[in-house]
Every structure is written in C-alpha cells, then in structure tokens.
C-alpha cells in the first residue's frame, strides 16, 4: 500500500511538473521538435487597412506557428491646405519571432523598403507633386499623386512562403503596374528564387509558357528569354511570372504567365 501511494504521488508530482518544464524549454528547441511551420496573421484585402499582430511563437494543433504583421512605410506631400496629394508607400510583411533565420528575412525585407524610399521613382513623386502643387497641374481637386506597393499572402505551408506584391504608380498621366514576389524559406533564412519553386528544366519551362502566351509576339518572347532574374510569386501547384508596364514593350499594361509549381 505504501509503494501504491508513493507511485500516486510521483505521478501527480510528473502531471504538475511537466507544463513548467515545458515553458524553460528554449524557443529553438521547441522549433526543431514540432511539426512543420506555417505562419499566423491577417491582411486586408483592400490594401488599405492593416492587421494583426499575432503571437510571437505558439503551438497549435502540433505546429509551430510564427506572427506576421503587414507594416507601411509611407511619405506624404500635402498643398498649403494640408490636402495630401501625393504618396509614397510601402506595405510590407514583417514576422514576429526571435528565430535567427526569420530576423534575418526581416532586415532583409526592411531593407527592400528603405531602397523603395530612395529610388528615382519615390524621388519623382516628390518632385511631380510639389510642381502640380505650385503650377496647379491637378485634373480634380482630389486628386493624388502616387506609388505604392501592396502586399497580401499568396502562399504559407511548411516553412514556405510568398507574399504577392504589386506597385501602383500614377502621376496625372496612365497607371502603370508591376508585380512580384516576397519568397522565403522561414526555416533557413533563405529568400527563394524561381528555381527553388519550379522543378526540372526551370527556364526550359518558363520558355514554353512564355511560347503560348507571346503566341506571335516575338519582341516580347525574346525579352523574356534573355531575363536573367525574374519576378514572381506563387500559389498551390502555379508559379506566377511578372512584368510590369513597358517591360515587354506592351506600353502600360502588365504581363503575367504561369507556370507549374513544385509546392502544392
């Protein structure tokens, strides 16, 4: 009878123990013992209004799960009413982890953004914006000068992910647009290229996609066949390949084509 309570009270003392000693297990070691990643969040799909912050590192229903936000960068030029008429913004996914492989996509990613505030076309809008101000260029009273770059979850299963991207610039003539991809491996830190997400021949296959989709166009098809980087972003089973206005010689329009994907 005395071995069956002090077995009772080892068990009970286990039951209690084991939740604390799970809480003083390190972050990383909870990464490498659960079950393949994804991340946790939400984003309007509007393009205008921004959620959520979410929980730094959680396990749910056995996998780990990582936060992101969609954070903006953004600069604003207003006339001597304080009316805003042109924009400069940047949306952009930032993950909530202290895993050394996902703070490192995030200066990476931060720092796509502060290129985006020195380029010629930030630096243009500046400068469009206080001339139609002073000479008074605007079509409509409303009107607003702008580029900015939307972001929205394309893709997120086991440590993978891709964030569709898309540029909107006007300056009181058409709108030209481009798209691409924020494509990352959270596991290694790894930003993907369109090789690590087409299996095979990859350029082979981009080539014969691109085939059906110039059809007669042959300017086009050899833009594409001569590109040595290109944009994309991904969902299930498709890859999307990107070309903004102008790219393909197609004047404002943008172009996009697919091709079969490896992640499912």
């Known amino acids: 009878m005395v071995r069956f309570k002090r077995y009772v009270t080892n068990v009970l003392f286990l039951c209690m123990a084991l939740p604390v000693f799970a809480l003083a297990i390190p972050q990383n070691v909870l990464a490498r013992t659960?079950?393949?990643?994804?991340?946790?969040?939400?984003?309007?799909?509007d393009g205008i209004n921004n959620n959520k912050i979410m929980q730094d590192?959680?396990?749910?229903n056995g996998a780990l799960v990582i936060g992101y936000e969609i954070k903006e960068d953004k600069k604003e030029y207003k006339d001597e009413s304080g009316n805003i008429r042109g924009i400069v913004s940047f949306k952009y996914p930032q993950f909530i982890s202290t895993l050394h492989s996902v703070t490192r996509i995030n200066k990476q990613i931060k720092k796509k953004s502060m290129q985006y505030f020195k380029s010629g076309n930030a630096k243009s809008i500046k400068e469009y914006t206080k001339d139609a101000i002073k000479h008074n260029r605007f079509y409509e009273d409303t009107e607003q000068y702008y580029w900015t770059t939307f972001c929205d979850i394309s893709y997120n299963k086991d440590n993978i992910v891709s964030f569709h991207m898309s540029e909107w610039w006007y300056a009181g003539g058409v709108t030209n647009r481009h798209y691409y991809g924020l494509n990352y491996n959270l596991e290694t830190g790894k930003e993907l290229s369109v090789k690590d997400?087409?299996?095979?021949?990859?350029?082979?296959?981009?080539?014969?996609?691109a085939g059906k989709y110039c059809k007669d166009d042959n300017v086009a098809y050899k833009i594409i066949k001569n590109t040595k980087k290109y944009n994309?972003?991904?969902?299930e089973g498709t890859v999307y390949i990107c070309y903004g206005s102008y790219e393909l010689n197609h004047g404002p329009d943008f172009d996009i084509f697919t091709v079969k994907g490896k992640y499912k």
Do not use: W
């Open 34 to 45: 659960c079950m393949p990643s994804a991340i946790y969040g939400q984003v309007e799909h």
């Open 57 to 60: 590192m959680d396990v749910r």
């Open 197 to 209: 997400v087409i299996t095979g021949n990859t350029k082979a296959k981009i080539l014969k996609a």
């Open 232 to 235: 994309f972003y991904f969902e």
